[in-house]
């Protein structure tokens, strides 16, 4: 007789159940959300454990390599069908969740999730680190500049970050007012974008010592941000048996709705990381706007636009972008532009 465990997972505590083959329930318990608990948990059980089963969300790494260093089989559920399943019941406690897991698991109706590498997360922590100060500098920014419109001061419509101050502290310093509200909101902007400037030299560094991101940075358009997130998001490439899949797995395909007469196709699907998607966008866009050297990639590209419109071109060949780098990436080959056509 085969025994699952399903998790419902909390910020501090999880609810544990566990099922046998047959669906009864043999145990349910309230728990600390540590790894230590859960497995004396688990140990203390006189019958073998066949897998541990919890789904997606911010605890899901902590609790993956920490219950599979104790020896157990663990599966990270995906969180939309682990919903849908459990949305069937009536009550929804965490005791219930816990049970309605355990028999996701049991029945084996759910997709796993890929667990990502601990350097995949590090890079993956820096590129939102630093995305997060360069969001804070411009909101900063944007909230002097409105402001100093109450007072009739109206600054340029393009200041670059790193002049911001020069421009702005002169106005200011003259008006005694203006210096004693606002002073302090430049000083914060101006150590916010310092940090900012720190951060993206780590990760113009961190890019530049990948083998892989040098690899992804042969194609025009692509940058180091495109790269190394590509590469973290991405962490394993075998995980995808073809190439095809990834502009799917990050939303880059339109998504569709069939049933009987009615088989209605719709905008791209927006699933997986938006971060990627908006990175490979930025590429693509680059690629048909700013880039000079000619390709296949871009010719087919503008010919698309001239066609079916510009949003829907960058979104195409951001598309084939993902698939062309994680061929790249599988093949150790880099770019080469007179074999794109026919890549997607």
């Not at 911010?58 to 995906?78: I, N, P």
Request: glycine fraction near 8%; charged fraction near 25%.
């Amino acid at each position: 007789m085969d025994y699952f465990v399903g998790l419902d997972v909390s910020l501090r505590s999880c609810a544990l159940c566990i099922v046998d083959t047959k669906g009864n329930v043999i145990l349910e318990r309230e728990l600390a959300c540590e790894i230590d608990d859960i497995v004396e948990c688990l140990s203390d059980c006189a019958f073998p454990i066949e897998r541990v089963g919890f789904e997606a969300g911010t605890m899901s790494q902590h609790l993956y390599f920490g219950l599979e260093a104790a020896g157990f089989d663990v599966v990270c559920m995906e969180a939309r069908q682990v919903n849908a399943a459990l949305s069937a019941m009536r009550n929804k406690t965490d005791k219930n969740d816990a049970r309605g897991i355990a028999h996701v698991l049991r029945t084996g109706w759910f997709s796993p999730v890929h667990m990502k590498s601990r350097e995949a997360h590090g890079n993956r922590a820096l590129l939102s680190a630093r995305k997060a100060l360069l969001k804070k500098t411009m909101d900063l920014a944007n909230e002097v500049r409105g402001l100093l419109k109450i007072f009739g001061i109206r600054l340029p419509k393009t200041v670059k970050h790193g002049s911001f101050d020069d421009v702005v502290r002169p106005m200011i310093l003259i008006d005694d007012v203006l210096a004693h509200a606002l002073v302090p909101l430049l000083d914060a902007r101006v150590i916010l974008y310092q940090h900012f400037l720190e951060l993206d030299r780590r990760v113009n560094r961190a890019a530049s010592h990948d083998v892989v991101c040098m690899r992804l940075m042969t194609i025009p358009g692509v940058g180091p941000i495109t790269a190394l997130t590509f590469k973290s998001a991405v962490d394993d490439p075998t995980r995808f048996k073809r190439s095809r899949t990834v502009g799917a797995h990050f939303g880059l395909t339109p998504r569709r709705y069939q049933s009987g007469e009615r088989d209605n196709p719709g905008r791209i699907s927006k699933a997986g990381d938006r971060d990627v998607r908006a990175a490979l966008y930025a590429a693509a866009n680059a690629l048909l706007m700013r880039t000079m050297a000619g390709s296949q990639i871009k010719s087919w590209g503008m010919r698309l636009m001239r066609t079916k419109g510009r949003r829907r071109a960058v979104v195409a060949v951001a598309r084939k972008l993902a698939v062309l780098m994680h061929r790249m990436w599988i093949d150790g080959t880099e770019f080469r532009q007179e074999q794109v056509g026919g890549t997607a």
